[in-house]
């Protein structure tokens, strides 16, 4: 009895499970153990659906983050044009000059954490010049801009570690349903001896080729 290599999917582990757990059930003196490994994939099966709905939430989520930095990027953009406008492109006007000391390129290119710091450094500046027009329209767009961007860099991070617990668990129950695997096999070999116990378990066509490739040794109990 071979189990698929350890690199193999959780579904070809299931699909293998399977065939073992209807070809002991048809047989009076093996059905008994046919519930233990259907119990096992079952429960493989559920972490498998837990794994893929986790990875669909993190996705969802990055997508969020990531629309919420282009948000952000374009408030500190639209502050400096208009700024820019008034002033007749001088970069070297206070009115530029104090809230930039930073191109905005050079903050809106930085990762996450380091831009969400220098965007509030650059509202606390707005907010002590709130009387300037430009100044006052531009400071509740770029607080909510920052704010948003926060609370959906937050998400996608805390979705990021349930995805990866859900991989955590899924290996958990692979590795439960190969151990209910090989206890089968023990107890297949005190029914029926080994040579009968290994023809409960799936054979592929091209079983020789692939075990010698992925370097498989025999299972024994």
């Known amino acids: 009895m071979k189990l698929p290599s350890e690199s193999s999917s959780s579904e070809v582990l299931v699909n293998y499970s399977v065939y073992t757990s209807v070809r002991v059930d048809v047989k009076h003196e093996t059905n008994q153990l046919s519930a233990p490994i259907v119990d096992a994939y079952e429960a493989l099966e559920t972490k498998i659906t837990e794994r893929k709905k986790k990875t669909k939430e993190s996705a969802a989520k990055l997508a969020m983050r990531d629309e919420k930095n282009d948000c952000c990027d374009s408030a500190v953009v639209n502050l400096s044009l208009e700024l820019l406008s008034a ?3 001088n970069r070297e006007d206070i009115r530029y000059k104090s809230l930039f000391t930073k191109t905005p390129s050079r903050i809106t290119v930085q ?4 831009k969400s710091s220098d965007v509030k450094v650059l509202i606390q500046k707005l907010s002590t ?3 300037d027009a430009i100044y006052a329209k531009h400071l509740s ?3 909510a801009a920052v704010a948003e961007l926060d609370e959906a860099e937050a998400s996608y991070q805390t ?4 995805e990866q617990s ?3 668990f899924e290996r958990a129950s692979q590795a439960a349903l190969r151990s209910t695997l090989v206890r089968t096999y023990g107890k297949l070999i005190d029914i029926a001896g080994k040579k009968n116990a290994d023809n409960y378990f799936k054979k592929s066509a091209d079983k020789k080729k692939k075990e010698k490739k992925q370097g498989e040794k025999p299972i024994e109990p």
């Open 87 to 89: 002033t007749g492109n």
């Open 166 to 168: 859900s991989y955590d």
């Open 141 to 143: 767009l770029i607080q």
């Open 111 to 114: 990762p996450i954490k380091d």
């Open 129 to 131: 010049n709130s009387g």
């Open 159 to 162: 979705a990021l570690v349930n």
